[in-house]
């Protein structure tokens, strides 16, 4: 894409290749598989690929643990397979992008082996720290529960792993490490990839001391480690070495940033967007990992104005699912009204200011699955964190935290695609590593595409009106009608006031009239007084404004004009400017 702020524009679908396509029946996703699959992707519209990490790894995180940047995973193919993928993306204008863990690696690589032994060149590649093997140097928890300190018996000292204990962290502070880092990720530009997804890229500063955190966080240490001492300078480096060079889409997973520092990776260290993860908490209780919150449509509206302004000229990822999170519709939406919540909450990420990403599936509407038993998980952080939670007493069974488990599990994302409703959801003619959702007879690709009323349909249509809308990616946004508990609206202007647009998105499952809502102010508005943000329901009254698209097709009910909008109804309008 040309320009500074193209990728802006893009949309982006996320692959996790080890539950999209498996071309050879061992039961895995593969790239070939992928290769089968990517007329689906240029179908559906989609601009950017994202592929997560498929590099060489003992795959204890799924491939985050990487033994190897400079190969491709045995399971999901060759060097030769990964060239296939990439040009056939790009005969289809579809750009590439990698993702790459480079807070740590696998335990495997061949830096931390010799760094273990204490090989002069790699002695500093990770943070060890001396002392007794019954003493951490500190009170950091990993990302994944417990401790982040394992000792070494080889080397005699602690080492760091804010993941798994198989996931050592690199330490950026020896400058070789960086200089690697550059130099792999040169490599992979070369080999014409068009960007990088960058893992928890805010935690790869640690501070001098190593100072004990605070043991109420929700994460003790996080105060020490997210947004590091050091952390801009990295970036920053980063850029002059790697991204500066060429038009690559770089966006960094931020854990835990906040709307200022989301700013500052942008406008000052050349990132093109990272992804905020406040509003993923808005679910999340305060007492443990598995601790579920009542969520109501207040706590989502403040969230999303304040990534929607204080961000000011910086630029976030749009996302409400990826590999990591639970599935939209299970957890935002209502899975009573599938359909029609998968459509309000697609029309929400499209309609604000932002690029959006759509994870697999995503555009098919689907769910959690339910797992019975914790053999049925694969995800590591889970079933180390429910173990640890029986080893510590905290449970007796795992039967006692089932319900909560099901609810945040990584593994609610990670289930096969569902193709179509032949066995297996046709993802594998082999056995899949992880089970398949139930649903799959009923939501697949297959089935929806045949279906001008499915989400798969509604995305597509989706994709063609934000492109054909500039103002839905660059505009300003305005909430209307803030304190209603209901109705999400908004609008969208542009800086020149040439277009407005109008978003309203009925969260509920119960009918809700636009000019009806927010009592008094909106009446108040339907004066020739009323404030310029709720007069826009007024616009729609009067029928001078222009639908552009709606998740529900006309019925003969509708009135002209109508605006009573149905459950979890959503509705893009295109205002009248002066
Ligand atoms: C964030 C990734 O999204 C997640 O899947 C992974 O476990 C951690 N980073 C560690 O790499």
Not at 313 to 323: A, E, P, Q, T
Not at 470 to 485: C, K, Q, S, W
Request: glycine share 8%.
């Amino acid at each position: 894409m040309d320009g500074d702020c193209a990728w802006r524009e893009a949309v982006v679908y996320q692959i996790y290749p080890r539950s999209f396509n498996d071309s050879d029946s061992d039961g895995i996703g593969d790239l070939r598989g992928i290769v089968e699959r990517v007329d689906y992707l240029a179908a559906l519209g989609v601009d950017v690929v994202w592929l997560t990490p498929v590099y060489d790894s003992p795959q204890v995180d799924n491939g985050y643990d990487i033994r190897d940047y400079r190969s491709i995973h045995d399971a999901y193919g060759t060097m030769a397979d990964w060239t296939a993928l990439r040009d056939a993306l790009h005969e289809r204008d579809i750009h590439l992008v990698m993702d790459l863990a480079v807070n740590h690696t696998s335990d495997e690589h061949e830096w931390f082996c010799r760094s273990r032994r204490g090989d002069e060149a790699y002695r500093d590649y990770y943070v060890w720290e001396p002392g007794e093997p019954d003493e951490p140097p500190n009170n950091w928890e990993s990302l994944f529960g417990g401790s982040a300190w394992t000792y070494d018996e080889t080397r005699a000292a602690w080492y760091l792993h804010l993941f798994d204990e198989r996931m050592p962290d690199l330490n950026w502070r020896t400058p070789a490490v960086r200089d690697d880092v550059s130099e792999l990720m040169n490599w992979w530009l070369e080999r014409g990839i068009d960007g990088f997804r960058l893992d928890v890229i805010n935690l790869l500063s640690k501070p001098a001391g190593l100072p004990d955190g605070d043991p109420a966080a929700s994460i003790t240490g996080a105060g020490h480690f997210v947004d590091g001492p050091r952390i801009h300078e990295y970036v920053r480096e980063l850029r002059d070495r790697v991204f500066a060079a060429d038009d690559v889409m770089t966006v960094g997973e931020t854990f835990d940033v906040t709307p200022a520092e989301a700013r500052r990776y942008v406008v000052e260290d050349g990132l093109d967007m990272v992804f905020p993860f406040e509003h993923m908490d808005i679910d999340a209780g305060g007492s443990g990992p598995w601790d579920i919150a009542d969520w109501e449509l207040a706590d989502l509206k403040a969230v999303t104005e304040r990534w929607q302004t204080a961000v000011g000229d910086g630029w976030i990822g749009l996302y409400l699912s990826n590999h990591d999170q639970p599935r939209l519709v299970s957890r935002f939406g209502d899975e009573a009204y599938r359909t029609e919540s998968a459509t309000m909450l697609a029309t929400y990420l499209f309609t604000l200011r932002g690029t959006p990403f759509v994870y697999q599936g995503q555009e098919l509407g689907m769910t959690n699955p339910r797992f019975e038993s914790i053999d049925e998980y694969r995800d590591p952080a889970t079933v180390l964190r429910v173990e640890r939670a029986v080893q510590t007493g905290d449970i007796d069974a795992f039967a006692e935290i089932r319900d909560a488990v099901n609810y945040w599990s990584r593994d609610n994302a990670r289930t096969p695609m569902q193709w179509s409703d032949a066995e297996h959801t046709g993802f594998t003619d082999g056995t899949p590593w992880i089970k398949v959702n139930a649903n799959y007879p009923e939501v697949n690709v297959e089935r929806e595409s045949a279906s001008e009323d499915s989400v798969l349909s509604y995305y597509r249509r989706l994709i063609d009106v934000r492109a054909a809308h500039p103002v839905l990616v660059h505009g300003r946004y305005e909430p209307i009608a803030p304190d209603d508990p209901n109705v999400f609206a908004y609008r969208r202007l542009a800086d020149d006031a040439d277009e407005q647009v109008l978003v309203a998105l009925n969260f509920t499952d119960g009918r809700r009239d636009l000019l009806e809502i927010d009592g008094e102010r909106q009446r108040s508005s339907r004066t020739e007084t009323g404030g310029a943000s709720m007069a826009a329901f007024g616009a729609l009254e009067r029928e001078d404004a222009e639908l552009l698209l709606r998740n529900y097709g006309p019925t003969a009910s509708d009135e002209p004009g109508s605006v009573a909008l149905r459950p979890y109804e959503a509705r893009i309008y295109r205002l009248a400017t002066e």
